[in-house]
Nanobody, 114 residues
Framework: QVQLLASGGGLVQPGGSLNLSCATSGIHFSILPMGWFRQAPGKRRELVAR???????IYSDSVQGRFTISRDNAKSTLYLRMTSLKPEDTAVYYC????????WGQGTQVTVAS
């Protein structure tokens, strides 16, 4: 059974930081390209960061320079360090393999507001 458990979200002021984690099970995490996605109210889910098994990374233009994706293959866990947060970063954040063939987990809510 595939589980993708994102955590670490919360309410933060603009300019603040958060660290997200996504604990996975039931997938061959260490060999899969993985990504962080987000979905804001009324908008489509979008990919914001991706990382290959070799550590090659690509960010969306909207988060480039502010977010850092990383992975721990031994723990089958994906991370997202988010800094200089903006109100437009408010969304539910999810992780999944790429392409996202697995059922989506519950996600973690990130709210950026003063």
């Amino acid at each position: 059974q595939v589980q993708l458990l994102a955590s670490g979200g919360g309410l933060v002021q603009p300019g603040g930081s958060l660290n997200l984690s996504c604990a996975t099970s039931g997938i061959h995490f260490s060999i899969l390209p993985m990504g962080w996605f987000r979905q804001a109210p009324g908008k489509r889910r979008e990919l914001v960061a991706r990382i290959t098994r070799f550590g090659d990374i690509i960010y969306s233009d909207s988060v480039q320079g502010r977010f850092t994706i990383s992975r721990d293959n031994a723990k089958s866990t994906l991370y997202l360090r988010m800094t200089s947060l903006k109100p437009e970063d408010t969304a539910v954040y999810y992780c999944n393999e790429l392409p996202p063939d697995n059922p989506w987990g519950q996600g973690t809510q990130v709210t950026v507001a003063s």
